[in-house]
């Protein structure tokens, strides 16, 4: 009976206040890239809650009754050193380690730093050149290695051993300048073309979300200053009036380049088809800014307008850019179906579940 009273009472005000948390980030992927599915996987994001959940899509509807997948963990989500990160650490053999996350609209990548280790992160395995150094991974042999494997292996078993690209709307990308240097691995070229493969999926993996690839460097503007007028051309797979951009050099192997290299505070747009001119600030912040275009076009140009100066290099970073694409379901329009996903998983569980999904529609519903 409380149950029912307290769903009953959630509706209706959900109803009245038709507004979510503006901290209520939702990772959409697996419905975009798997909607042919009957099984469909989520993961949210809220101040206090990361959880992977799983549904049932039946019809035209998008899910239902949400339960818990593979996890449901309490956080404090922070901003520390301008990443976001659950305030507090967890140990794991002995070791102390820390959940960090990079949300946009859709996407949600959950990376597991352990600072203690000499590589932080997890890596795979076929970017080692050496299986016996974990340090000794190979930007070189990543590349060769995502260029090789084909996605559509009918084998099950070669798809295990696949790399799938996140797609990220963009048809074609030129740089007006990008930066290259010797370093320890060899020489490296901060091309544009770097920020189409930021993401990556394992296809044949239990729990197949987006990774963030770590390996593969940002786009840098190769000017001696920072780079203000230097811009990025780029074409659209479709006609679009959004996109979003991870500003700067985000490296969860080295974090400190974050901060050392500077990033892109305002960025000016422009289309000729159909003609627009715009101005936008991006965040200081290692999540994706949205931008909202006045039209929807297929082609602009973005130009450095102002930069947040790094503390150490003048040379301007940016990691990723995702092009909404207006023919998969709205977004907003999943997250309402995701909260009656959660209130009808809500009323199927067991207390445990119960519990955890009530918290997550507290969260969601929190202006």
């Not at 149950?3 to 959900?14: E, N």
């Not at 799938?164 to 007006?176: L, P, Q, V």
């Not at 780079?227 to 797979?237: H, P, T």
């Not at 445990?352 to 997550?360: H, I, V």
């Amino acid at each position: 009976m409380i149950r029912k009273i307290f769903i009953l009472s959630l509706f209706f005000l959900l109803v009245l206040l038709k507004t979510y948390s503006e901290n209520f980030y939702l990772d959409t992927s697996d419905f975009i890239n798997y909607s042919d599915s009957e099984w469909l996987t989520v993961r949210i994001l809220t101040n206090n809650q990361y959880g992977i959940l799983k549904g049932h899509k039946k019809d035209s509807e998008i899910l239902s009754g949400l339960r818990i997948e593979r996890e449901c963990v309490s956080i404090h989500l922070e901003t520390h050193d301008h990443f976001l990160r659950d305030k507090y650490s967890y140990l794991n053999h002995g070791k102390k380690k820390y959940r960090y996350y990079v949300p946009g609209k859709g996407v949600i990548m959950e990376i597991i730093v352990t600072p203690e280790d000499i590589v932080p992160i997890w890596i795979p395995y076929e970017m080692w050149e050496n299986a016996n150094d974990i340090a000794s991974f190979s930007l070189k042999k990543w590349k060769q290695f995502k260029e090789i494997e084909q996605y559509d292996a009918i084998d099950m078993e070669l798809q295990m051993n696949c790399v799938k690209i996140y797609d990220s709307g963009i048809k074609n990308i030129f740089a007006s300048s990008c930066m290259s240097e010797n370093t320890r691995k060899g020489r490296v070229t901060y091309s544009a073309n770097n920020i189409l493969e930021k993401i990556y999926y394992r296809p044949g993996q239990d729990y197949d979300f987006i990774q963030y690839d770590s390996i593969t460097p940002p786009w840098v503007e190769g000017k001696d200053d920072y780079g203000i007028g230097e811009y990025l051309d780029i074409e659209f797979k479709w006609l679009s009036d959004e996109l979003q951009i991870l500003n700067g050099f985000v490296d969860f192997t080295r974090m400190d380049l974050y901060e050392k290299n500077s990033r892109v505070k305002t960025v000016l747009i422009e289309s000729e088809s159909p003609k627009f001119l715009e101005e936008y600030q991006l965040e200081d912040l290692v999540k994706y800014t949205v931008i909202n275009l006045p039209q929807k076009t297929d082609k602009i140009r973005m130009t450095i307008k102002d930069v947040y100066p790094g503390t150490k290099y003048r040379d301007t970073c940016l990691s990723s850019i995702l092009v909404t694409n207006p023919n998969v379901p709205n977004y907003e329009e999943m997250k309402e179906n995701i909260l009656n996903a959660l209130i009808d998983g809500y009323d199927k569980s067991s207390h445990y579940e119960a519990m955890a999904l009530q918290r997550f529609i507290r969260d969601v519903s929190e202006k």
